[in-house]
């Protein structure tokens, strides 16, 4: 039934349909890692902590449910499990690992779905958040390269983390101290997936002349990342509130900006340059966690440290100033 669905879709796209695919590129966009998190630092360093932080720790929750969907299920892609579904264009470069559930799904359940679960958000805003989660749920469908059940279960499940988190963090507002509570759990649920993901065996099936249709190992490796970036969360997350705690409020346009260009190269330096070091010289999987730890950890502490620093200086150095022309007078 599944596989009905999307032959019809993809009959649909190569016909009349054929319009609709650059408005639903551009919806799946929305679901993309890069995307998801250029966006939440984006809301976390310069426009709103309190709701960057509720995007930072339910998207690291959904990872990893992701994650451990992932590798139990082993759901093949849809173009593995029938020669007939073709993806559209280069849509399968970003569709990597296990099929169940949709990723991209599950990211804009963060972004979108996280508002829509909210009541504090208004009516019209969490209904154009949820017709937003859905488009990008179709958008996976119509470019062929999810089953309806990995976006109806990626949304769900998505959704769900999203609630759970803002009641988490609803109870912390009220007992504060039992941070590290919340800390240790999310550490051992990450250590115990990883180590779930490297032990379990995964389906090993052949091709009429020998050749393994997946890597399960390989399949992983999403697992793995997951795994990454909760603990980079969480870890960033504590050090940031017992040693930083920098704030969004007050903050002047101008700063806002000076924040979001220079936390960007930050990141980019990491993407570009020592992701490939670590990537080139650390043996998988211990890469991939390396380098989406570093990435979310960086996201989370070490650019909030540096905003913290720069801006005190910055600061002292106008309150220099200041002294200095009230003694001149």
């Given amino acids: 039934m599944d596989i009905d669905m999307l032959l019809m879709l993809q009959d649909l796209r190569n016909g009349g349909g054929a319009v609709l695919v650059t408005f639903l590129q551009k919806m799946t966009f929305f679901g993309e890692l890069s995307t998801v998190i250029a966006l939440m630092a984006l809301v976390y360093w310069a426009v709103d ?3 960057g932080t509720y995007y930072l720790m339910g998207w690291s929750g959904n990872r990893l449910a992701n994650g451990f969907l992932k590798v139990t299920v082993c759901a093949y892609r849809p173009w593995i499990r029938d020669a007939r579904i073709v993806p559209y264009g280069d849509s399968m470069t970003t569709a990597t690992g296990y099929s169940f559930p949709s990723g ?3 990211n804009a359940g963060t972004i979108l779905g996280g508002l829509a679960v909210r009541k504090d958000m208004g009516t019209l805003l969490r209904v154009l958040s949820f017709v937003g989660v859905l488009l990008v749920g179709f958008s996976r469908l119509y470019l062929g390269v999810h089953t309806p059940q990995d976006v109806i279960v990626g949304m769900a499940a998505s959704m769900l983390v ?3 988190t803002y009641r988490l963090l609803c109870w912390l507002e009220v007992h504060p101290e039992k941070d590290m509570l919340v800390l240790v759990i999310g550490l051992v649920l990450a250590i115990a997936l990883a180590i779930y993901a490297a032990v379990k065996p995964y389906p090993a099936d052949y091709t009429a002349e020998g050749k ?12 793995f990342k997951a795994v990454g970036y909760c603990s980079a969360f969480l870890i960033g997350w504590i050090l940031e509130r017992r040693f930083v705690n920098f704030t969004t409020d007050g903050v002047s346009m101008k700063d806002r900006l000076i924040r979001v260009v220079g936390g960007f190269l930050g990141y980019y330096v990491i993407e570009l340059i020592l992701k490939k070091i670590i990537t080139d010289n650390v043996p998988s999987p211990v890469n991939s966690i390396l380098v989406c730890f570093i990435a979310i950890f960086y996201v989370t502490f070490l650019c909030p440290l540096a905003i913290k620093f720069i801006e005190r200086k910055r600061g002292e150095v106008g309150q220099k100033k200041a002294a200095s022309g009230a003694r001149g007078v």
Avoid: E, P, S
Wanted: aromatic letters at 4%; a positive charge; hydrophobic letters at 45%.
């Fill in 49 to 51: 902590k309190k709701l």
């Fill in 162 to 164: 999203m609630y759970l």
């Fill in 104 to 106: 991209h799904t599950t």
């Fill in 212 to 223: 393994l249709i997946v890597d399960g190992a390989k399949m992983a490796n999403d697992t």
